[in-house]
């Protein structure tokens, strides 16, 4: 079957080929986007995990803080690093109101969310753009294949089987490689999409719950 598939290839026109051809590399990248993505997704969900059961564990926020300041090294921390800088920072000024320090802390984790949600979805537009146009650029490649088919059945002036089924499998094999292309990219797409505003409200979820704690302090100090 696979000879048959490169021999389909190698018997169609330049056109189909190129179109074929990028297909090809079209998929391979999906998947090299699809495995870079579920390791990193994996590597969030336990950095997270190890990271809420030490803040929980009842360790001080400093002393976890002063661990996280160099290299934080996850989502999670990162959020949990920038509001503690800003905390410390306040306090290190020796500002005279604390009334604006619960809004420029929860500006920072905002801003550190955004940042986190955009490595998450970096090239999630590429599987959305080649599951879009996969099946059209392949459509494509099968038009312009069938024409070419057509044009040599006129020229021999033979319409049996023999002669058209060979010119429109090369044709269809354009199609049947996009659509090989698109499957899998929209699959991957709709799935790291949902992974990451599942991230996402995790994050903030944390962002409330760490701002609730702050706020206590924050009103305490005052």
């Not at 989502?75 to 920038?82: E, K």
């Not at 940042?115 to 537009?125: F, G, K, N």
Request: a neutral charge; proline letters at 2%; hydrophobic letters at 50%.
């Amino acid at each position: 079957m696979s000879l048959q598939l490169i021999d389909l290839f190698w018997e169609s026109n330049w056109l189909v080929k190129t179109v074929t051809t990028g297909l090809i590399l079209c998929s391979v990248w999906v998947w090299a986007i699809a495995i870079d993505k579920t390791l990193l997704f994996a590597r969030f969900r336990k950095a997270a995990d190890r990271f809420e059961q030490a803040f929980w564990s009842g360790q001080s926020l400093e002393d976890l803080y002063k661990s996280l300041a160099a290299q934080p090294g996850h989502a999670t921390g990162a959020l949990f690093v920038a509001a503690m800088r800003e905390w410390k920072r306040s306090f290190e000024g020796q500002v005279r109101s604390l009334g604006g320090l619960q809004t420029r802390i929860e500006k920072v984790m905002d801003v550190a969310i955004a940042r986190e949600v955009e490595v998450m979805e970096r090239r999630l537009l590429v599987l959305a753009t080649v599951g879009s146009a996969g099946p059209f650029i392949g459509l494509f490649g099968t038009v312009c294949g069938i024409m070419t088919s057509f044009q040599s059945i006129a020229a021999s002036k033979n319409t049996s089987l023999a002669v058209v089924a060979p010119g429109i499998a090369e044709a269809l094999f354009a199609t049947a490689i996009g659509l090989a292309a698109a499957i899998p990219a929209t699959i991957f797409y709709n799935k790291f999409v949902t992974e990451a505003n599942r991230q996402a409200q995790r994050l903030e979820g944390f962002a409330d719950e760490f701002t609730a704690i702050l706020s206590r302090q924050i009103d305490e100090r005052g």
